[in-house]
């Protein structure tokens, strides 16, 4: 019989490229190599920062040149030489007021190849979105529906000029600057990112979205979001990200912040999708992100990620439950193939009465690949009645990948009650074969098993994106099981 | 409609079959019976096109069309379906949303677009109400937590959905009980016509009460030892097997 091997499986995803790995030709400004108090001043002025800005990275640098990169994470790789990367890098005819009509032609078509219409198409599906390339934001559509409402949705770079007293009030108060070694380091030479503020009781009607693209070789994008929700508001946003494939391992250290203030509600959903790296290994994106949100009273802020991308992953998505009665949700689906490396989770910090967390992780594991999830659940002495609920599921493809989890559980007050549910499954020949026999080709049965397995986590995406969250699936995993 | 011509297959080179010839007409309803090991299951698998079976010599054709060469996937669109002994789960994947893909994989297959929804829940009602099959069972994961019973129904109700032209019964009876073996045999017996076959692999002859065969097979070692009627089902009941062994020699 001749059948499929898995050898034919891996020629076609050999032949099958990471769709987004084109390099866009952008005349480009980009920093001279390395790092050191001239760059964080140079990145200051040019974005013509204010004195307390400027205090702030010069701040943030000192503390993290006396930092050591953190070692405990369940991935190799060879660590980057932070003197050999441009930290700022900026297409060249981005017009400071940026208006759709002015951008570069170039980089219009860059979006279209993305899949990304930023006029009428977003429009029709009630998206806002803002695109960072490289270094700066270069388009933020739909600020004045938004504005109407008292919303406040643009780049970060442009919040600082415009509203400083907001940034003032809330940059680095969820992750302060001496965090952890990746977000000081993003703390001194974030050049761009998004922010945004939703008013006292104003629901935002429509999804806020953000695009990220690193598309300059040699350079590493810091992008820093801020995003605050006032009293009794809500806002559903939604991230995504692309880089050109190339040899070289490119380092992406990004800082989100979430502020969920009393009654509020944020909704953060992430499609992660950076170049993997070959199939052999090389290349690809190291991506180190520091994500976390506060809520305060009866607040309730929910992550939500699909990480198919990127060559090591280093991510915790985090909420502190300060407040009473407040609500943290993580649901994440990580899937590494080839030789991608992923050691991501989250933390819930109960502090407050009657806080409740969930956490569903669901890990799929194909190729030569690790995947961990790692997560704590910290339950303080103040936290009276608080509750958690941990799921964590891997499925693992073929007999070279390996599937990790490392759950943490902290509890200091009796009254806590916390449940942790764990399984490991494997897609079997059998699960196959009665796929096959239904008619059903062997890619898509395993299309069909994992979004089974995902679906829970699915669910909780913002409908229009949960198609393409699927089809993202399907596609990392072509040619995984022989 | 199935022509089986002198086969024979191994698995992990182990002899298994050992020159099977069987031809089977539409219309017809086939049983083959025998001993545990004698190789019913693994002649189920081998014209279904399981993956580790390998078939070392002989033919097997649907409509004249040799399929030998063909995968699992490619058998399911000429037609064939196998109804597993036992069926796999798939968490997470509801029974509607298993053969609506099903369905319209077999529906590319032959060049067709997707079967629109109106229709797919129209003939999803009609087969569920023929087997007696509850709506709620529909939306549940794929063969997680079912009853014996359960599985072997939902096995009949994806070949309803499917409308094979030759269906292999795998021990469909095995974990059965008498009600849901009615229940069971009753679909297969409204699904049956004159263009399409069945083939009812089983250890006894308890089911054939309710399948009724044309025509009874013994396999014992890897060959076929006896053919017959619906009698001959009766007589293996009667004797077990070892009278036909003492035959042969």
């Known amino acids: 019989m001749s059948k499929y091997t898995e050898d034919d499986l891996k020629k076609e995803l050999e032949t099958k490229e990471y769709e987004y790995g084109f390099y866009t030709d952008l005349e480009s400004e980009t920093f001279p190599i390395g790092l050191n108090e001239d760059i964080v001043r140079a990145i200051s002025k040019k974005k013509q920062e204010p004195q307390w800005m400027t205090q702030w990275r010069l701040d943030a640098f000192k503390v993290w040149k006396s930092m050591q990169e953190p070692q405990w994470a369940n991935v190799n790789y060879k660590k980057p030489d932070f003197q050999a990367i441009a930290y700022y890098s900026a297409p060249k005819a981005v017009d400071p007021n940026k208006t759709l009509d002015d951008v570069d032609p170039e980089l219009l078509a860059m979006y279209k190849k993305l899949g990304i219409s930023v006029d009428e198409q977003k429009k029709m599906n009630n998206v806002a979105i803002d695109i960072v390339v490289d270094s700066v934001s270069v388009a933020t559509t739909f600020k004045k529906t938004l504005s109407e409402k008292g919303i406040i949705f643009m780049s970060i770079s442009e919040a600082i000029k415009e509203h400083p007293e907001l940034v003032k009030k809330y940059l680095g108060t969820v992750v302060p600057t001496k965090d952890n070694f990746y977000a000081s380091l993003n703390s001194a030479v974030f050049s761009d990112g998004s922010f945004c503020y939703i008013p006292k009781g104003v629901r935002c009607p429509m999804e806020l979205s953000t695009y990220f693209r690193i598309n300059q070789a040699g350079t590493g994008q810091f992008e820093r979001t801020l995003l605050i929700a006032d009293q009794g508001s809500y806002v559903s946003y939604l991230e995504g990200c692309t880089a050109p494939s190339r040899d070289e391992n490119q380092l992406h250290a990004a800082v989100v912040e979430l502020i969920a203030l009393d009654d509020a509600e944020i909704k953060y959903s992430t499609v992660q999708n950076w170049y993997p790296g070959s199939a052999e290994g090389k290349g690809g994106v190291y991506n180190f992100v520091t994500k976390r949100g506060l809520c305060e009273r009866n607040a309730k802020i929910s992550w939500t990620q699909v990480e198919t991308g990127s060559a090591v992953t280093w991510k915790y998505p985090s909420c502190i439950l300060k407040g009473d009665n407040s609500i943290g949700e993580f649901y994440s689906i990580a899937v590494t193939n080839n030789y991608q490396q992923a050691d991501t989770g989250t933390k819930m910090i109960h502090l407050g009465k009657n806080t409740r967390s969930t956490i569903i992780s669901k890990g799929i594991s194909a190729g030569k690949s690790q995947n961990s999830y790692r997560g704590l659940v910290k339950i303080n002495a103040s936290a009276e009645n608080a509750r958690n609920f941990s799921q964590c599921d891997s499925l693992l493809m073929g007999n070279e990948c390996g599937a990790h989890t490392f759950p943490y559980i902290e509890v200091k007050n009796k009254t806590a009650k916390i449940e942790h549910e764990a399984t490991t499954s494997k897609i079997g020949e059998d699960q196959i074969f009665y796929c096959n026999q239904r008619g059903i080709d062997t890619e898509k049965a395993i299309a069909l098993v994992v979004n089974g397995f995902s679906k829970e986590v699915l669910n909780k995406l913002p409908m229009e994106f949960a198609v393409e969250a699927q089809k993202l699936l399907e596609i990392s995993l072509e040619g995984s099981v022989g | 409609m199935l022509q089986i011509k002198d086969v024979y297959a191994s698995v992990e080179e182990k002899d298994i079959l050992k020159g099977i010839s ?107 109400d023929l087997l007696e099959i509850d709506r709620k069972f529909l939306s549940r994961s794929l063969n997680v937590g079912f009853s014996g019973g359960e599985k072997k129904r939902n096995e009949i109700f994806q070949m ?90």
């Open chain 2, 160 to 249: 309803a959905m499917l409308e094979p032209k030759l269906a292999i019964l795998d021990e469909t009876d095995s974990g059965l009980d008498i009600d849901a073996l009615k229940v069971v045999a009753n679909g297969v017996n409204k699904l049956k016509n004159k263009d399409n076959a069945v083939i009812v692999i089983t250890h006894y002859q308890r089911l054939l009460d309710y399948i009724v065969p044309d025509f009874v097979h013994v396999i014992m070692d890897g060959k076929i030892v006896k053919s017959g009627t619906k009698q001959l089902a009766y007589e293996l009941e009667e004797k077990g097997y070892d009278w036909i062994k003492e035959e042969l020699v």
């Open chain 2, 22 to 128: 069987l031809s089977v007409n539409a219309g017809e309803v086939h049983a083959i019976m025998g001993p545990n090991g004698a190789g019913k299951s693994t002649l189920a698998s081998i014209i279904a096109g399981k993956e580790e079976f390998e078939l070392t010599k002989g033919h097997i054709t649907i409509d004249g069309e040799d399929i030998t060469e063909l995968d699992a996937e490619e058998r399911a669109h000429k037609g064939v379906f196998l109804s597993f002994q036992y069926p796999v789960e798939i968490p997470g994947v509801s029974v509607t949303n298993f053969i609506k893909t099903a369905i319209n994989e077999n529906r590319k297959a032959k060049g067709l677009k997707d079967m629109p929804a109106s229709e797919m829940l129209k003939k999803i009602k009609e087969k569920a």
